[in-house]
């Protein structure tokens, strides 16, 4: 069985950098992609960014473009996410995804990010 486990959230000013980063226990049958997902409070879960290993190709949710940059591993199944310039609407909790060529299959306990203005 896969587990997903991010470390690297905590307390930030607005304009603070902090880093995310996630490694997989173990090897599932199917990984094409990782990626981070969000959810503020009050809110629904929301992609934030993904690499896909293949090319590799990387995408951004655009509230986050130029601001988080992700990497990752496909050797070594880790992914990392860089987030500079932090605003308090970053403010959430950050899940680590891991995915097949169709569907996000296996998700991180997630890690608080709290960005105060």
């Known amino acids: 069985q896969v587990q997903l486990v991010e470390s690297g959230g905590g307390l930030a000013q607005a304009g603070d950098s902090l880093r995310l980063s996630c490694a997989a226990s173990?090897?599932?049958?199917?990984?094409?992609?990782m990626g981070w997902f969000r959810r503020a409070p009050g809110k629904e879960r929301e992609f934030v960014a993904s690499?896909?290993?293949?090319?590799?190709?990387?995408y951004y949710a655009e509230s986050v473009k130029g601001r988080f940059t992700i990497s990752g591993d496909n050797a070594k199944l880790t992914v990392a996410l860089q987030m500079n310039s932090l605003k308090p609407e970053d403010t959430a909790i950050y899940y680590c995804?891991?995915?097949?060529?169709?569907?996000?299959?296996?998700w991180g306990q997630g890690t608080q990010v709290t960005v105060s203005s």
């Open positions: 995804a891991l995915g097949s060529r169709s569907e996000w299959h296996t």
């Open positions: 173990g090897r599932p049958l199917s990984t094409t992609k």
């Open positions: 690499i896909r290993w293949t090319g590799p190709y990387i």
